[in-house]
């Protein structure tokens, strides 16, 4: 009985007793529904720092939100997304047009926007506001915080199943795609259709994780989501699991430690990482264990 | 039969370059309808790059590449090193994306098209592999699957970029023999090979090709010592312009002459040599 009670008190009664607990606890499971099978799909097209790009590349959007209409969540979700979409479509247009790749033109256009954004930030905010934005308050998030974590999660959700079959081929075989594409359907679309993807969910995360946390919920799960499994649906699923299971771990530890949630909840990701380094199916100690397997 | 229905593909002076360096120059000449045709040449030849610029991958002038086959009746098979291997894909999901034309980004997939599949499958001999990931495959086996997928896509016009690079012989086997069943099904095949035997054993046309056309036509008038000669003598001859040969400068202070290490060795004018010797 009393083993029950220490569980209740651990586990259940801060999300019970805490308005903010619960918001908080429902917004990380939203985003990691949505964000984390993004994360697979990023790594599958190579383009696993493309998210951390991304995230950097909101901040100045963020922050010249945040300069307009003070610490208002609107102001700042508008910019970032606009920053974001902007980035996305630049470094695309660079690609297009120039002998560089895209992820030289994004680490070239995202480092520029990350100074732009600090500067901007420490300019006119102060040095709390700073941190809050780059590291994020999942305790803080409002009603409004959470319609716009909801609205971004579902949105996306529908939005990838819909392009779900154009990003398995494009990633697989992109060659095939652009042969096969259509007059008027350019490939290209998958791809800026899912970097809009990306941004919106990085922004949704903003506020909870802050921009810098935020692709750690994205990239974590999903890059130990790959360890796990041969196929696609099952590293999708199994990222989305551990992203929960660190966001909801995360928030019980930084509400017992005190810590700040966005690095504990990326701390806990960071753990299943590791964990699933060792003993995944494509970790480390099967290969060492199987290895005679392997060989014959 | 109407005269344009005749031709499956017509170049028209097709010159491709890639940053200003020409791979393609005023090719001009047509595919027949249901032909099978071997492209070879030497390395840097621009076959690719005809194949690229009939699949519409490449941009091309207008007018320079007329198909007659509507965009989803081209299949065309790039070289495996394009293909992302560690995709955690399986074999019959990977096959079914030939159904693409017909089901695109959302129409469902038919128990016909899974049919369509196993038989495919079948005809490849990579029946109970269904469920295997592509990444465990082997590169014959995922030649064998792209094949497959080609068997699926049911096209007119078929380019396949160097299809038997690296196969083993039972492999290459098996793939000749559907090249040789699309061929008797009338569809129109092109496909880039570097084996010569193989092209004069299978392939009854043949392009021979040095970023420009050296010869085309039937493969016993096209495979000559003279042709291979030339395109292996102009091949030479644009390895020169990309190293252009050294100026008496650098002649004096490394001598190419051998054993004459006293004083400048008289430039050896490569270039016309080897295109003299090319036109006798």
Request: net charge positive; with cysteine; glycine share 8%.
């Amino acid at each position: 009985m009393s083993v029950l009670h220490m569980l209740w008190n651990l586990v259940a009664s801060p999300f019970a007793e805490f308005a903010f607990m619960r918001r908080a606890l429902v917004a990380t499971l939203a985003l990691s529904l949505s964000a984390a099978p993004l994360g697979v799909l990023l790594t599958l097209r190579r383009m696993s720092l493309m998210g951390d790009a991304l995230s950097h590349a909101v901040l100045p959007g963020v922050a010249i939100g945040f300069m307009l209409g003070g610490l208002s969540l609107t102001a700042m979700a508008t910019g970032g997304l606009i920053a974001g979409m902007l980035v996305a479509a630049l470094a695309a247009l660079v690609t297009r047009f120039t002998a560089l790749k895209e992820d030289a033109s994004m680490a070239a256009i995202y480092l520029i926007a990350l100074a732009l954004g600090v500067t901007l930030i420490s300019r006119h905010g102060t040095q709390l506001d700073l941190l809050h934005i780059l590291f994020g308050s999942a305790l803080g998030v409002d009603a409004a915080g959470l319609m716009l974590v909801a609205s971004v999660a579902s949105a996306s959700v529908v939005a990838l199943a819909a392009m779900y079959r154009g990003l398995v081929l494009g990633s697989f075989d992109p060659a095939f795609l652009s042969a096969a594409r259509r007059r008027g359907w350019p490939d290209w679309i998958w791809q800026q259709g899912f970097l809009i993807l990306v941004v919106i969910n990085l922004v949704a995360g903003f506020q909870t994780l802050g921009t810098l946390m935020a692709v750690g919920l994205m990239m974590l799960p999903a890059v130990s989501a790959r360890l796990w499994h041969d196929t696609l649906p099952a590293q999708l699923l199994n990222a989305s699991v551990q992203a929960a299971a660190s966001g909801v771990a995360g928030l019980l530890l930084s509400y017992h430690f005190d810590t700040p949630s966005g690095p504990t909840i990326i701390g806990c990701a960071g753990f299943l990482y590791f964990f699933s380094l060792l003993v995944a199916p494509g970790g480390w100690l099967p290969c060492i264990l199987f290895a005679r397997h392997r060989v014959a | 039969m109407v005269n344009s229905a005749c031709y499956m593909v017509t170049l028209n002076n097709l010159t491709v370059s890639y940053r200003q360096h020409p791979a393609l120059r005023h090719i001009s000449g047509s595919f027949v309808s249901g032909s099978l045709t071997a492209v070879v040449g030497p390395n840097g030849s621009g076959k690719s790059t005809l194949l690229k610029s009939i699949a519409a991958l490449l941009p091309t002038a207008p007018g320079q590449v007329s198909v007659s086959a509507p965009r989803a009746r081209i299949a065309y098979l790039p070289q495996l090193v394009e293909l992302d291997r560690g995709f955690p894909i399986d074999v019959r999901d990977a096959v079914l994306l030939g159904c693409w034309g017909a089901t695109q980004a959302w129409r469902a997939v038919t128990p016909v098209m899974l049919t369509r599949v196993d038989a495919a499958l079948h005809a490849v001999g990579l029946e109970g592999f269904e469920r295997r990931p592509v990444g465990a495959l082997s590169s014959g086996q995922l030649q064998r699957v792209l094949f497959a997928r080609l068997l699926l896509q049911d096209a007119d016009l078929i380019l396949l970029d160097e299809p038997f690079n690296a196969m083993d012989s039972k492999t290459v086997v098996t793939l000749l023999a559907l090249v040789r069943m699309w061929h008797k099904q009338q569809r129109t095949i092109i496909t880039v090979l570097h084996d010569d035997t193989q092209v004069r054993q299978h392939f009854p046309q043949t392009l021979l090709l040095a970023r420009e056309v050296v010869a085309w036509g039937p493969t016993e008038q096209v495979m000559t010592e003279p042709n291979l000669r030339r395109a292996r003598a102009m091949a030479e001859a644009w390895e020169d312009e990309a190293h252009p040969p050294a100026c008496p400068l650098r002649v004096a202070t490394f001598p190419v002459a051998g054993g004459k290490t006293s004083g400048p060795a008289a430039p050896v004018p490569r270039c016309s040599g080897v295109l003299e010797t090319a036109a006798q």
